[in-house]
C-alpha cells in the first residue's frame, strides 16, 4: 500500500518538475516584461507555488494555463504594493531581456507606441509577439474564444500601428510602418 501511494506522488512529481523544466524560461520572461526586475523571482515563485497546488486537478497543464497563473499573481503583487505604499508608482519594467529578440518587436518607436496603447491592447500583442504564443494559445491565457482573440488582435494591431510615426522618407500614401509588416506572428492565420 505505501509504495503504491509512493509511486503515484513520484510520478506528479515527475510530470510537475517537466512542466517547471519546460516552461520556466518563458514564465520568467513574461512576468520579467511586467513586474520590476527586483520582484520578477518572487512572482515567478508565486505562480509556481498556485501551479503546484492546482497541478492534480488540471487537465492539460501548459504554458498557457501557467501564465494565466501568473497574470493572477501580477495583480496580487501590484495591489499589495499600492496597499503598502498607498500611493501608485510607475516603474520600469522589462528594460532587459535575457534572451534575443526580434529587432523590428523591440524597436524604440515600436515600444513608445505600444505604451500609448490600452492594457488589454498591450497585452493581447506582448503574448502574440513578446511571448510567442499561438492564437490559440492567448485565447486559452485570455480566457476568450479563438474568434475574439483574432478580432481582439487585429484591432490591436491597428490601434499600434496609427500610434506609430510615419517614415520620413516615405511619401504620405505609403504612411506605413514596414516594421509592422516584419514583426511575426506564431500561429496566424491566413
Avoid: C
Avoid at 520582484?39 to 508565486?46: G, L, P, R, T
Avoid at 528594460?95 to 524604440?108: G, I, K
Avoid at 518607436?109 to 502574440?128: H, K, N, P, Y
Avoid at 485565447?139 to 520620413?168: D, G, S
Wanted: proline share 5%.
Amino acid at each position: 500500500m505505501e509504495h503504491s501511494r509512493r509511486s503515484v506522488n513520484d510520478d506528479v512529481l515527475d510530470r510537475f518538475e517537466d512542466l517547471f523544466r519546460e516552461n520556466y524560461q518563458r514564465l520568467f520572461q513574461y512576468v520579467a516584461r511586467r513586474v520590476p526586475n527586483a520582484q520578477v523571482d518572487d512572482v515567478v515563485a508565486a505562480s509556481f507555488m498556485v501551479a503546484w497546488r492546482k497541478f492534480e486537478q488540471t487537465t492539460n497543464p501548459t504554458l498557457p494555463w501557467l501564465l494565466r497563473i501568473a497574470s493572477y499573481e501580477i495583480s496580487n503583487h501590484r495591489r499589495s504594493l499600492r496597499k503598502w505604499n498607498n500611493v501608485v508608482s510607475f516603474e520600469l519594467v522589462g528594460e532587459h531581456l535575457s534572451v534575443p529578440t526580434n529587432n523590428a518587436v523591440d524597436d524604440e518607436e515600436v515600444i513608445a507606441a505600444l505604451g500609448r496603447l490600452s492594457d488589454a491592447d498591450q497585452e493581447i500583442l506582448r503574448l502574440i509577439h513578446w511571448d510567442s504564443l499561438t492564437r490559440a494559445e492567448t485565447a486559452e491565457v485570455l480566457r476568450l474564444t479563438p474568434n475574439a482573440t483574432n478580432v481582439r488582435y487585429h484591432r490591436a494591431l491597428r490601434r499600434l500601428h496609427n500610434q506609430m510615426p510615419p517614415k520620413q522618407s516615405r511619401s504620405r500614401t505609403e504612411d506605413t510602418y514596414p516594421t509592422l509588416n516584419s514583426i511575426p506572428v506564431k500561429g496566424a492565420m491566413p
